[in-house]
C-alpha cells in the first residue's frame, strides 16, 4: 500500500511517499486555496508532483496544509487532489492538525505553528480542543514569517533603519516602493513576498533593531494567543517552523519570561507525521 502525505504551507509543500516499508521525499511549491484555484493546484501537481512520484499507484493521502481549515478552501484543495488522482482516499486537514500530531505524539499539550503564517491550539492528546482564529497575514499571523517581513518593510519604507541596516538592505535588495507596493497589493501570493523579508532578520542577527523586529514580532504572538490559553500554564507548548526554529532563541526567552514550559521545537512536521500514519 502507498501512502502520500503532504506537508504543505504557502511557501513550499512537502510530500513523503509511504511504500514497502521506504521513505520518498519530494518538494514542490506551496499550496494555499486562498490564493489558487481548482485548476491551478491541479497543474502544480501534474507538473511538480506527478513526475516525481514516477507512476506510483497512490491508495492513500493525506494531506496537511494551510487555508484549509475554511469549508470551501478544505473542498477546492479535496477537488484538486481527488482530480489527480482518482483511485486514492483523500484525507485532508489543516495545517494546526498536522502541528498538533507531529509535536504533541499524543499528549496534551499546546501547539504552535510559526512559519510563513502563524496559528495556535490546545491539543488534548487526540483532537485540537481549542484554537486561535487564523485571519491570515492581512489581520492577523503575529510572529510569522510575513508578520516579520511586513516590519522590516515598513522600517525601509519610513525610513527607520540606521545607516547601517539601510546599507545592508539595498546591498541585499534592489527594490524601491513602487515595486513594493505592487508586489504586496497586485501581485498573488503577497504573503510569500512579504516573508521572504524575514531572511534579512535572520541574517543580521545582533543589530538592535532587528533584535526588537524580532522580539516584539514574537512577543505579540505570546501576548495575542497564547496568553488565551489556561492550559499554557500546564502543559508544554510546542512549536514548529521556520521562524520559531530559526529564531528558537527568543521563543525559549519568552517562555522562561511568560513562565511557560518549553517542549519541542521543529523546523517542519514531517517526521512526526510520518511516524503518526506508519503507526
Known amino acids: 500500500m502507498n501512502v502520500l502525505i503532504a506537508d504543505s504551507g504557502a511557501t513550499k509543500c512537502e510530500w513523503c511517499l509511504l511504500g ?3 521513505k520518498k521525499f519530494i518538494y514542490t511549491e506551496g499550496i494555499s486555496p486562498y490564493f489558487q484555484s481548482v485548476q491551478e493546484i491541479e497543474n502544480l501537481l501534474a507538473l511538480e508532483l506527478e513526475p516525481a512520484l514516477k507512476k506510483s499507484k497512490i491508495d492513500a493521502i493525506h494531506y496537511y496544509g494551510t487555508g484549509v481549515g475554511n469549508p470551501e478552501n478544505l473542498l477546492v484543495m479535496k477537488r484538486a487532489l481527488a482530480s489527480v488522482f482518482r483511485k486514492a482516499r483523500v484525507e485532508v486537514n489543516d495545517d494546526m492538525v498536522a502541528a498538533a ?8 499539550g499546546i501547539a504552535c505553528i510559526l512559519g510563513t503564517g502563524s496559528n495556535s491550539c490546545y491539543f488534548d492528546g487526540k483532537k485540537i480542543v481549542k484554537g486561535s482564529p487564523g485571519l491570515g497575514y492581512v489581520l492577523g499571523d503575529e510572529g510569522s514569517g510575513a508578520y516579520l517581513g511586513k516590519k522590516v518593510l515598513q522600517y525601509f519604507l519610513y525610513n527607520l533603519f540606521d545607516e547601517e541596516l539601510r546599507y545592508r538592505f539595498d546591498a541585499k535588495y534592489t527594490t524601491d516602493r513602487i515595486e513594493i507596493l505592487e508586489q504586496v497589493y497586485k501581485k ?11 531572511i534579512f532578520l535572520a ?7 532587528v533584535e526588537n523586529i524580532i522580539e516584539d514580532g514574537l512577543n505579540d504572538f505570546f501576548f495575542t494567543h497564547l496568553c488565551k490559553f489556561s492550559e499554557t500554564l500546564k502543559y508544554p507548548v510546542h512549536f514548529v517552523g521556520s521562524v520559531g526554529f530559526g ?11 511568560y513562565e511557560f514550559e518549553l517542549g519541542a521545537i521543529l523546523q517542519k512536521p514531517m517526521d512526526g507525521l510520518v511516524e503518526y500514519h506508519k503507526a
Do not use: T, W
Not at 541574517?203 to 533593531?209: A, F, K, P, S
Not at 529564531?247 to 519570561?257: E, G, N, P, Q, T
Open 101 to 108: 500530531r507531529a509535536l504533541c505524539r499524543g499528549k496534551k
Open 188 to 198: 498573488p501570493l503577497p504573503n510569500r513576498y512579504l516573508a521572504s523579508f524575514a
Open 203 to 209: 541574517e543580521n542577527r545582533g543589530h538592535y533593531m
Open 247 to 257: 529564531f528558537r532563541d527568543v521563543v525559549k526567552a519568552l517562555c522562561d519570561s
Open 20 to 22: 514497502n516499508g521506504k
